[in-house]
């Protein structure tokens, strides 16, 4: 595990965002994958790779949130962090509410960013055990 | 001559009795009575008008005040927007300029060429934070209304760019039907935007969560030789039978979160023009909010 590349997934309409956080998280070793809405990520990657995904809220077509429900009522036990330029007072609650590891406001900190990313996967590789 | 001169004198006096004299004498005090009463009456009428004006004035300030308020309160909507498409190119940058700063930690020889591209990135990300920035309409500002002629083909299409990240981000789209060469209108520019502002959000809100309806269809027409006519047309859930006479009123609303005050403030706004706002229910689906505006006449300012 700790000699493979962790995965992470970017869920983000926005293909600059994408860009840019895949290129500072390959910086600290992610093998990093960006799509630009939920079916493209559906589509693509399957429950049982594992991995973190790092997703926007507000999004065109299903957003964060519908994202986030469908993970977690397909039973699967993928972490996810919210990051979004949401500015309600509730969406870190909310998120957290819902099963989320975490909810970060944009515009995100690299290294903040990557220790939610360790504490999921850390989390993760607990409950996996089970 | 002067003889004819004296006798008519002489005959006038004569031709006046004592009592009449006294009848004249009366009556021109009471007619100095009267204009005296008019020239009070006239003082207390102008002081109405004075209040009334005064009146108007407030009227047309509170209500300058209440524009200002729901053009805040719709732009505290708008501001959430905003700061999404602010924070998507912050984003990008900070993330480019950590990799930048990580890379240079590193040691970054022989790196320069993709320290290059970041750096580019870096800048055309913050391009287009600022374009957002430079597209912030005047909303903010409270201004008094200033009338002036407008082509309203092009206020249309200032108003979809302002509210176009709205129509984006739903995946809706908007199509036009502008008759060519419509003659210039009278109004004011900021008004007649959030008239259409409103409407338009409207629409996108009945068209929510509606799968099947992408479409809004904006149509501006000569209806006659004084007015133009502009309609917003949606596919989305429609009026309700009952709400249709409540559509207009202050505080009306079926959205959670709405004030209700988007169509009143845009039906007091459309009838200061001249013109009128009104809404009905399409026969296949969806509603279409109207109204009319009238024409700038020639010659006049």
Redesign the interface.
Known sequence: MTSEKRNIYIVDD?E??C???K??LK?FDFDVKTFSSAKSFFDAVSDDEDGCLVLDI????EDGWAIQKRIFDSGSQRPVIF??????ENAADRAFKVGAVGFLQ??????TLVDLINVASENMGISSDK | MKKAEKKTYQKKNAKTPLFEKATLSKLEEKVRQQKDELRIRRGQLQQGVDREKIADLKIEEQREELLHVTRVGKLAEFV?SL??E???????????A??AQ??LAKGAGGREAELQE?MQ?II??DQ?AAEVIRRLPSLLKKTKPAIEPLDISDLIHDTVTLISTHI????KVIKFELENNLPFIQGDRIQLQQVLWNLISNSLEAMEGNKDSHEILIVALRKNSNMIRVEVKDSGSGIAKNDIKKLFGHFFTTKPDGLGMGLSISRSIVEAHGGRLMAKNNSDRGATFYFTIPIKRKGVL
Do not use: C, W
Request: net charge positive; aromatic share 4%; glycine share 4%.
């Open positions: 926005d600059s965002v860009r840019a956080l290129t500072l910086t507000h999004m065109p077509g990051i979004s330029a949401e500015q309600k944009k515009p995100v900190n690299g290294q | 959430s700061a999404h602010i924070s998507q190119p912050l984003t990008a940058i900070l993330s480019y950590q990799v990580r890379m970041i990135f055309s990300d287009r984006t981000v739903r995946n």
